[in-house]
């Protein structure tokens, strides 16, 4: 059961980031790239990682690709319409020389790992109250950074957003 | 369970959005691709957090989160003032700093 879960998700996540990086309007991409996200929470739920999975529905697939859908949408930019190239040749070649060996490095790294098996997990492994503490206690002063770092970006999206720039 | 499934797709998606914002030049689907890097590395926290029964790796997961958030917020603003003064999207005309 929990092997056929995990290829019927893996396969979406991948498929759809394999599509995402593929089809050639930003609408369609981003669309494929919700699909690979919900895909991504459903592996997290099999990690025994609910609040994590549900956040990723939320937050991700929910708030940030609806804003960059959003963005898509109101710029409607036809640059990328059919007949007109988005590949990049140099970048091309660029992705064949690093991405490949790295791929190959990691992917051997990780099989050739002496990695131990996931053991079961406790009954409140994930949960919200369990992160909740985690995230109040031994994280507390990386989470407090973390809403200034928000603000911060909130000001400077507000800003540059504004500006028009000469 | 095996932890080294989750970890080669968390590889894949990784390599998947890099080779995504090397080859394209649409900056919106450059965009998508840094989110996809993102992800990548999400999965890997989450595994590794639950292959070592910690809850640190979900916390910097949900650092991750806050700060794709945050990035998202300013790139998108940063896109959209580049397509006012440009009325284009093509990261291979912005090449200003070349020099």
Redesign the interface.
Known sequence: MHDALFWFCASIAVGGALLAMLRREPLKCALSLIASFVALAGLYFLLKSPFPAVLQILLYAGAIMVLIVFVIMFLNDESGAPGKGDISRGGLVLAVLILVPLGWILIRAIWNADLPMMPAAPEDFGTVPAMGEKLFTTWLYPFEVLSLLLLAAMAGAVLLAKKRLD | ?????????A???F??????F?????L??L???V??ML?GA??AL??F???H?S??G??L???M??????????G??????I???RH?????KLDDLKG
């Open positions: 369970m095996d932890p080294r499934p989750y970890l080669t797709v590889v894949i998606l390599l998947l959005g890099a080779a995504g090397l080859v394209r030049r649409n919106l689907v965009f998508l691709a989110e996809l992800n999400g999965l989450i595994t957090a639950r292959m029964l809850m640190d979900e916390a997961f949900f650092i989160l806050a700060l794709a958030a945050a990035e998202s917020a300013v998108l603003a940063m896109v959209i003032a397509y006012r003064n284009h999207l093509d990261a291979d």
